[in-house]
């Protein structure tokens, strides 16, 4: 307690009880600045030395300088007045009636074609290619007695069958299909037949089956040393050794529309078939042109 006494009687400290006066900034200090030179110059400095910067008739825009006028031959004084004269300006008749019809056709044209490239590119967005099933090829209903065994040659017809498969929104015709066959032998491709059928419609979302006749129409004319007779004969077995298939290479057209756009693709493949001659009857027919002792058949 005694301890405690002895500093209750003296006076608590409050560093804020007595302020001092701050410092102010009289004419002396201000003349002790004053020796700094003069104020702010816009002058700019550089290795070279202090340059001048631009004056302001320098840094002006071309609005102030007069360079934009309105269509009426007023200057005008800022961009705003310049965007604001031109727009209020009937731009479609400027420059006489020949301009106007010109410029409206122009924007007419190329609004058109804007809105047709849209929508066949929108179509085709959406645009899948159809399936398409293509069957053995083979002799008609006719059988070997539909083939013709002729002095210039021999007509074989034949048929396959086709199935399309078409998963769009909208019909495909098919205004033609034209078939050229070739006969590869030894290198060379010689015309052997041909086919074609027109005016079939894949409806949208159907599938469609049509037979596609065709034939082997074989000209001695085309093969006056007989090669392909005697190639036919040898894979059907009759000049001896084991039945093999005959190919055949064709061609292709095909003539579409497509929404009323004409596609014409070409296709190039090959195909095989059996034999499609009866021995006997073939072999009858070599005999007859006088080829038994070429094709071995004394």
Same mark, same amino acid.
């Given at each position: 307690?005694?301890?405690?006494?002895?500093?209750?009687?003296?006076?608590?400290?409050?560093?804020?009880?007595?302020p001092?006066?701050?410092?102010?900034?009289?004419?002396?200090?201000?003349?002790?600045?004053?020796?700094?030179?003069p104020?702010?110059?816009?002058?700019?400095?550089?290795?070279?030395?202090?340059t001048?910067?631009?004056?302001?008739?320098?840094?002006?825009?071309?609005?102030?300088r007069?360079?934009?006028?309105s269509?009426?031959?007023?200057?005008?004084?800022?961009?705003?007045?310049?965007?604001?004269?031109?727009?209020n300006?009937?731009?479609?008749?400027?420059g006489?009636?020949?301009?106007c019809?010109?410029r409206?056709?122009?924007?007419?044209?190329?609004i058109?074609?804007?809105?047709?490239?849209?929508?066949?590119?929108?179509?085709?967005?959406w645009?899948?290619?159809?399936?398409?099933?293509?069957?053995s090829?083979?002799? =008609?209903?006719?059988?070997?007695?539909?083939? +013709? %065994?002729? /002095?210039?040659?021999?007509v074989?017809? !034949?048929?396959?069958?086709? @199935?399309?498969?078409?998963?769009?929104?909208?019909?495909?015709?098919?205004?033609?299909?034209?078939?050229?066959?070739?006969?590869?032998l030894?290198?060379?491709?010689?015309?052997?037949?041909?086919?074609?059928t027109?005016?079939?419609?894949?409806?949208?979302?159907?599938?469609?089956?049509? =037979?596609?006749?065709?034939?082997?129409?074989? +000209? %001695?004319? /085309?093969?006056?040393?007989?090669?392909? !007779?005697?190639?036919m004969? @040898?894979k059907?077995?009759?000049?001896?050794?084991?039945?093999?298939?005959?190919?055949?290479?064709?061609?292709?057209?095909v003539?579409?529309?497509?929404?009323?756009?004409?596609v014409?693709?070409?296709?190039?493949?090959?195909?095989?078939?059996?034999?499609?001659?009866?021995?006997?009857?073939?072999?009858?027919?070599?005999?007859?042109?006088?080829?038994?002792?070429?094709?071995?058949?004394?």
């Amino acid at each position: 307690m005694a301890y405690r006494d002895q500093y209750t009687g003296h006076q608590e400290f409050n560093p804020y009880s007595n302020p001092q006066p701050h410092a102010s900034y009289e004419e002396p200090h201000a003349a002790a600045y004053d020796n700094y030179g003069p104020g702010y110059q816009d002058t700019a400095y550089s290795a070279a030395g202090p340059t001048k910067t631009k004056d302001a008739d320098e840094i002006s825009s071309g609005f102030d300088r007069g360079e934009f006028g309105s269509p009426r031959g007023e200057k005008a004084q800022n961009f705003s007045q310049y965007r604001r004269e031109f727009r209020n300006e009937n731009l479609w008749i400027k420059g006489g009636r020949v301009s106007c019809i010109g410029r409206f056709f122009c924007c007419t044209l190329m609004i058109a074609v804007f809105l047709i490239v849209s929508i066949v590119l929108a179509l085709a967005l959406w645009i899948r290619p159809p399936s398409i099933i293509i069957g053995s090829a083979g002799l =008609t209903s006719a059988g070997t007695s539909g083939i +013709q %065994f002729q /002095t210039s040659g021999i007509v074989v017809p !034949l048929e396959v069958n086709i @199935s399309v498969n078409n998963p769009d929104y909208f019909s495909v015709d098919l205004k033609q299909v034209t078939l050229d066959l070739t006969y590869p032998l030894d290198g060379n491709d010689t015309a052997i037949g041909n086919g074609s059928t027109s005016d079939i419609t894949f409806h949208s979302h159907s599938n469609t089956t049509f =037979t596609f006749p065709f034939e082997i129409n074989y +000209q %001695f004319s /085309t093969d006056p040393n007989y090669a392909i !007779l005697l190639d036919m004969a @040898s894979k059907c077995g009759i000049l001896g050794g084991s039945q093999s298939d005959i190919t055949i290479d064709y061609n292709i057209k095909v003539d579409l529309k497509v929404i009323l756009i004409p596609v014409s693709p070409t296709i190039s493949n090959s195909f095989s078939i059996s034999c499609p001659f009866d021995e006997s009857e073939l072999e009858d027919f070599i005999k007859s042109l006088g080829l038994s002792s070429i094709a071995g058949l004394l």
